[in-house]
């Protein structure tokens, strides 16, 4: 084995020795043969061709030996991809055109997969996290599929399953960290069992994650970013309580790279900065649903395993409380993972896809030029077949001449591609936020290798194929061109047809995509979300300040707000808008005449605002008034309620002066609270700005006190202005109180927006490339075609035609397979409409508008590139076209 | 005759077996001994040569010819030495198996 690797190094680099040495030996035998036949008496030139006869060519016996050498295959590949290399140099606006292309395709896909990879692939951050699971329940008055659950049933499913290894629950509330800056941040309350679920320890030496002994206790754990941040990472603190609005004791810091991967609607974000344990009575809470629960199964325990025991468990269940046996409590598992991104992965999957149709078009591409250079390359290869090169090696050469191209063209797409990902982190949306953790990996890379080799194959083997099937003597003859009619030529033409139409029903499936998806965020962005966002600042404050002393109250600080220069109007409510960090608040209502039967399935979004809240918003009155400063506690008791349940509940009916049952939050709780109806505003869209989820109830706040609230600050000038002076005077009127997410309203509306504008920004991306590539595919097959062709339309001209003729028939053939390109492309984006109908708003996956731009654009685009190959046969002089016949 | 596939190795190990020898002393040799049975012309004998020095069975080195000129001798390694009574085996019991097969009766 080593000789043999010494003997390949040999090969490799002191090839020029060995090559000196066997000339000399060889010219040494020789020159003792000739001298034999001397010896026998022939003249020396005798002599000497008698040698040569004997010898039968020196060089062949040279290439013998260097054929049975170690590492002569290297050196054959070698010197294929020297060649090919020489080749492709000798046509640079060949070779740049197909490496474009190339690239573009790769690094396209390249920087759609590091997303997609990052996003969906890469798995979570904690231990065995295909074993993580998250419980949803689904009960009667839940409205949703996905709800949270009480902590009775917590309870319950951790003492009664039999599949799960872990059971933990999670909620977020808003904590306050008083001292020099005071500081809203987002805590969570877990169960003490939450990081031993996920496997996530303490970061070393820095204490420890919770145990049971915490339940209930001061034990609090600070994530790496946060306890840098406002405690410069200082240890010494480990063990002592932080200065806060709550008892607390530190004990311990969560690893740097720790974060909670949880589904928006699951009101657990991503950026919660403090951890505490629930209260010890958290088991016995059996009314009220707000725990969400991560789980992890038993090792060897399948999903479908766990579902049925957790079925069995929900019946247990019923059977043990009659309220949840009412209510039809069900329990739903989803992966950790798969419940985290199930609202990104449609559209994720879809631009992979339309990635994958870009790329195709490339090859397609690719393989044409390819094709028309192999074409006009046919009288080279015939002769080199003639003069003995076998099949075999012309074949290797070419796929080398492919294999160079890919390996270029994979390395500047790697390149483009990851030039194009830091691109879309830039406008990535948050919740794509995870793909910028991971970037260029290799997954990632490997995926780029796999498409440039695919690519290889794709476009290297059409002209391979096309060269095994070339009968090298009709070639010749005809002098390397197919003369028209002749069958070589017809095949070739069919090739280059097919991969045409081919590339113009890809491109036709891209570019309806792209007016599908360009309309929808027209129509996302259009949309009126039930307020005013702009010139609108919001910031949140909970209310532990407002001690209710005199002087102290929310009226009074919504007072001073308003009376800051820049203000219009002031209010304030516990759920803002499109705000997912805090958990919706939701409930049933039973309106007046309506029996427990025909109100079982009502439910609403519920709100408690201040009076000038809803103006302040911007959200139009319909009906009545908007809440004054008379509604206080204790006087009689008014809501207001949306358009959408006002008239879902009263058709044909004014909502005014109607009474209901509606909750409240008391001092002893959520209780539904007889009240009436004073005021019917325009439905906000709390949850989505496409969709209207549930009607709304909006109680006062003096009537229904909650905590934390958030302000909303109309203002005449740049909204983020006012915030240092905001928060100046909280800071004079309190030393423990603190903003938090102090943010214009716009910031929510764009959040809600950058999804969509993502996937059409990079759908509108392809749909131009399809364009582009589609022109540029049909100029070099036609361009190459009619050089081929030239003899028969000079022999056309010759019998008459003219010009006009000329261009009409090549004109027409563009047509042809661009109508049988668009035929089968239609064919194809309808079949992937109903795929793509989730993924839009506003337009129908039949949008007749966006289909009639494809039909548009893409004949246009082919008749553009056959534009000029058309034109120069048209111009072309007859008797020359003919003579060179 | 045609050279069997495979027995050029042999030949030309047995031929450098006794005394180091250039190539077209090789090939003399094979053609004297063989009584003008094989032939071995230099497109087939020097990629062989060239092949075993490769194998490390044969080792070439320069010295001056019987009639003085300058010529690559090829002398038996000890590993060739082993290599040679392989083959030699081989050769052996390939023979007297065809043999048996060629002279069996009925």
Known sequence: MLRRLDNLFDYLFRRRRLEDELDEELRSSFDMIADRFAARGMSLSDARRAARLEFQGLEQVKENVRDSLAGSSLHAFLDDTRYALRGLRKHPSFTSIVLITLALGIGINTAVFSVFHGVLLHPLPYDHPERLVIVWSSFRTAGTARAPVSGAILGEIERRNRSLAGVAGIWTITRTFTGENPEQVKCARVTTNFFDVLGVRAAPAKGRTFSAQDNGGPAIMLTDGFFRRRFAGDDSLLGKSLPMDWENTLVGILPPDFQLHFAPDSNVPADVQVFDTFDKRVYQGRDQYYIRVVARLQRGVSMAEAQRDLDRVAKEIGGAYTEYATENLQFRLAGMQADAVRDVQPALAALLAGAAFVLSICCVNAASLLLARAGGRRKEMALRLSLGASRGRILRQLLAEGGVLCLLGGAVGIALGWAGFRGLIAIRPERLARMGDIGLSWPVLAFAAACSLAAALLFGCVPAIDTLRLDFMATLRTGGRGSPGCGRGRIHRHTGAALIVGEIALGFVLVTGAALTARTLAKVVQVRPGFEPRRLLAFQISNEMFNGESGNTVADWEARLAALPGVERVGATSHLPLDTDIPNWYGPFQPEGFDKIQAATLVADLRCVTPGYLAAMGARLLEGRYFDPQDRAGGRQVVMVDDLLARTTWPGQSAIGKKMLAEHATGNGFLPIQSVVVGVVEHLHNHSLTKKVRGQIYVPFEQSRRSPLTFVVRTSVDPLSLAPTIRKMLYDRSRTAAMGKVRPMTDYVSREISPVSFTAVLALVFGILALLLAATGVYGVFNYQISQRRPEMGIRMALGAHARDVLRMVLREVGILAAAGVLIGAAAALLAARWLATLLYGVGAFDPLSYALALLFLPAAALLGGWRPAGRAALANPAELVREE | ?106
Not at chain 2, 25 to 33: K, L, T, W
């Open chain 2, 1 to 106: 005759m045609d050279l069997l596939q495979g027995t050029l190795d042999l030949l030309v190990l047995r031929a450098v077996e006794l005394a180091p020898m250039h190539g077209v002393g090789i090939a003399d040799r094979i053609q004297q001994v063989t009584r003008g049975a094989f032939v071995v012309k230099p497109g087939s004998l020097f990629p062989a040569l060239r092949r075993l020095e490769q194998q490390g069975w044969v080792e070439g080195e320069w010295a001056p010819s019987e009639n003085n000129r300058r010529a690559r001798y090829y002398k038996l390694t000890r590993a060739g030495r082993a290599q040679l009574a392989e083959e030699k085996r081989k050769w052996y019991r390939m023979t007297s198996a065809m043999n048996w097969m060629l002279e069996s009766e009925g």
